[in-house]
């Protein structure tokens, strides 16, 4: 499914930072990618793992197996990265951090006010709070949003920024600050733009979730999947338990500064993505086109894959989960939770 944009084969720099007794503080660890990141963190020889959350996105549920590690614990009562002398407290004594707190980009679109004062201003936050208390590394999550649309297949890291929403700003923001503390401080960051990423623990039922939990939530609902547009549109998607490793092996690795893609460099069509998934839950049925609003034909990327060379060459990281695979994985995550909640009621 999907096609492969083909790209020359690199040799693959092998990682050289060690994690063992290393502690790491996960901010938004709680959440979709970061409570996967926890869970990769705690098969590394760490110390400890602090994870750093106000749970306006994140759940506890996502940590429940992660918490009976007792390397693994939460800042007591939560914290926000809007909240500077809190975050200084928590990143004292912390070797690392890996930074996953954002607004997501449907909501920046609605509150572009407090996608300023999280993803911008916060992430401000952040650089201060690890210069402050003499961080290592951090990994920063940036996303392929900053390219905007594709004007070359697969997108290299140095694809022009042709981003116009508020998210992909914020993010450009963010990783211009980021260049500036490691000049100015030595600060060692690490930037990951992800691609359209999915999984266990994305949310499956707000107002601003993914194309994903869309289409399967209409399947299990027995309504028809509806597609904007013809479907023609293609993406780069990949698996969150990719994404998690991604973070680590960009922990593990000697870059001092950089940005990266993570995906597959698989494209898939909307269309494609929608055929599979009603393959997969066993569906007959039919797929409803409606044409895009005004204010979405406006906003929307056509077609954004990445060349995931760079990720190879110098973080080392590959992905494994084709998208057939990541997909079953989360029908049966979804099915489980399903029950389990059914069976609380």
Partial sequence: ????????KLAIKKSMNKLENAKVMVIGGAGFIGSHVVTE?????????????????????????????????????????RETDIL??????????????????????????????????????ILEA????????????????????????????????????FYGATKIAGEAMCTAYNDRYGLPVIGLRYMNVYGPHQDQTAAYTGVIPIMLNKIDANEQPIINGDGSQAYDFIYVEDVARCNIDALKSDVQLGYYNVGTEVQTSIKQLCDLILELKKSTLEVIYKPYSADDARALVQNRIGSRIKAEQEIG?????????????????????????????
């Fill in 317 to 345: 990281f590959r992905y494994k989960y084709e998208l057939r695979e990541g997909l079953q994985k989360l029908i049966d995550w979804r099915m489980q939770n399903n029950a389990e909640t059914a069976a609380n009621q």
């Fill in 130 to 165: 690890c210069v402050n208390n003499g961080i290592k590394k951090l990994i920063w999550s940036s996303s392929a949003s900053v390219y905007g649309d594709a004007v070359e297949l697969p997108m290299t890291e140095n694809h022009p920024f042709n981003n116009k929403n």
């Fill in 1 to 8: 499914m999907g096609i492969r944009i083909k790209s020359n």
């Fill in 41 to 81: 963190l705690l098969k590394e020889p760490v110390a400890q793992v602090l994870v750093y959350d106000n749970f306006a996105r994140g759940k506890m549920d996502y940590l429940k197996t992660q918490l009976e590690d007792p390397r693994c614990s939460l800042y007591p009562n939560g914290g926000d990265i």
């Fill in 88 to 125: 200084n407290h928590a990143m004292q004594g912390m070797d690392y951090v890996i930074s996953l707190a954002a607004m997501w980009l449907l909501h920046c679109k609605d509150f572009p006010r407090t996608a300023f004062d999280v993803n911008i201003a916060g992430t401000f936050n």
